[in-house]
């Protein structure tokens, strides 16, 4: 490694539990529930009725703008187009599918040979991408095909994000040591697009197998470069990772292309590749399903839409779960329904007994500066959670909340138990609430001011 990125903690890894585990392909459950909302932008519109008969791979939820479509991951009936809880912690249009565990797949999936891939332009592999629904599986998901356009003249370096900094997760080591040839074909496809001959893969040193196999299947030709860095967290946040692969720093406000760098998850890799080669769109992904209390912690090759009671009753748990979370314990999101869905972003569902409840009472803030050290944007956390406290939308503003990329950091390293990125979230959204326009009643006609 060349560099080190500021601040940074070094939590328990406990990938022991999951990290021998090889990926099992799930088996589909009889009912699926397949949201609408699976990535940044606007949400799809279903394009399926109550009653209708879909295939696997079929297209049923797509929009206009900035927005990727949705696919049937089973064949089967549609039995519902309603609103149902998501991993978000909302509800959401969803379409319900009662599977006929056939797997009859959509006559449209066709594969490619390699000649028919060469022939491809730019613009058709950027439209296969977007056909296939691909949005960043490393948890941000936003469309594929829209960051490879805004790249493209801009981005003279592509970094391949397989450090998975976060505990417990196995997911991508499991798919670095099992579909290693499927991600770097599709690495040498994101590099066509972009036009480059330079790829770096960020993987952190704890996971010496993957990174042996993926040494055996990178060729010199390939222009593809395996950079192992030292575990900390959060290696994987982007910013941190062009950091660390580069030097470079992504500015205040600013997106990886401002440095000239874009940044692909590997699982998203692999998606380009199933797309572009086999004309599969994005309807499984491997999720860890681990946890202290997790009987038989596994990685699985998971049907999209496939309910997270599902996951827990197939693995098994000793107690009670305290806590459910879509992610990791550091970034994931505490699930108030099992009902949930399993979605293109989700890589763990993450399963805690109580004696990880955190015990300290929160007390009041000391100003020690422990998450002013700890945290990775060089922000001050005790001065962001002053201003969200006070409830100025300016103070939060210039104090940079919204560059906070909610990593825990601070959180993790706060002696007052202070729940910081909560609070930090609660502030953007105040700030967003304020950019927004105001909405004004209509006036009764004839009425002046």
């Known amino acids: 490694m060349a560099f080190s990125f500021f601040g940074g903690i070094h939590p328990k890894e406990n990938k022991f539990y999951a990290e021998e585990q090889p990926v099992q392909l799930f088996p589909e459950p009889d009912t699926l529930v397949i949201p609408m909302v699976q990535h940044i932008g606007a949400p799809c519109k279903p394009l399926v009725t109550r009653g209708e008969y879909v295939t696997m791979g079929q297209k049923i939820g797509d929009h206009e703008g900035l927005c990727v479509p949705v696919h049937a991951s089973v064949s089967g009936t549609v039995k519902a187009v309603e ?23 959509c006559p449209e999936i066709q594969p490619r040979t390699q000649e028919e891939v060469d022939a491809l332009s730019t613009e058709q592999l950027m439209e296969v991408i977007r056909e296939a629904g691909i949005a960043g599986m490393g948890g941000a998901a936003f469309p594929t095909h829209v960051k490879l356009a805004s790249g493209i003249g801009k981005v003279d370096t592509i970094i391949i994000n397989l450090s998975e900094c976060e505990p417990y997760i196995t ?11 499927e991600i770097l074909s599709g690495i040498g496809i994101l590099m066509r697009i972009l ?3 330079e790829a770096h893969i960020g993987m952190e040193d704890n996971k010496p197998a993957a990174a042996e196999i993926l040494r055996r299947h990178i060729t010199p030709e390939s222009g593809i470069k395996l950079d192992i860095l030292p575990c900390k967290y959060p290696q994987g946040a982007e910013k941190q990772l062009i950091q660390a692969i580069t030097g470079r720093q992504v500015p205040s406000g600013g997106l990886p ?20 080669y086999n004309g599969m769109p994005l309807i499984r992904r491997i999720v860890t399903v681990s946890g202290d209390i997790v009987m038989e912690p596994k990685n699985l090759m998971v049907p999209i839409g496939t309910s997270f009671q599902s996951l827990l009753e197939a693995c098994g748990f000793r107690e009670h779960p305290y806590k459910v979370l879509c992610g990791g314990p550091m970034m994931g999101l505490a699930q108030y329904d099992l009902a949930v869905s399993v979605i293109k972003g989700c890589n763990a569902m993450t399963v805690l007994g109580r004696r990880n409840r955190f015990a300290l009472e929160h007390t009041h803030c000391i100003r020690c500066g422990k998450c002013m050290d700890a945290c990775p944007m060089h922000l001050m956390p005790l001065m962001m959670y002053r201003a969200e406290r006070s409830g100025n939308v300016e103070d939060m ?10 990593c825990g950091c601070c959180a993790y390293s706060c002696p007052a ?11 953007k959204q105040r700030i967003r609430n304020a950019q927004s326009p105001v909405r004004t009643a209509q006036k009764p006609a004839g009425e002046t001011k």
Do not use: Y
């Open 397 to 406: 503003k210039r104090e940079n909340v919204m560059d906070c990329i909610e």
């Open 195 to 197: 036009g480059l001959k």
């Open 417 to 427: 138990g202070i729940a910081l990125v909560q609070s930090f979230r609660t502030a």
């Open 257 to 276: 292309a401002a440095v000239g760098c874009a940044v692909f998850n590997g699982a998203t890799c692999k998606a380009v590749h199933d797309a572009v």
């Open 171 to 181: 997911s991508d080591d499991r798919l670095a040591r099992e579909f290693a040839p």
């Open 83 to 105: 609103m149902r809880p998501h991993a978000s912690g909302t509800t959401v249009m969803s379409v319900v599918i009662e599977s006929d565990h056939q797997d009859t797949l």
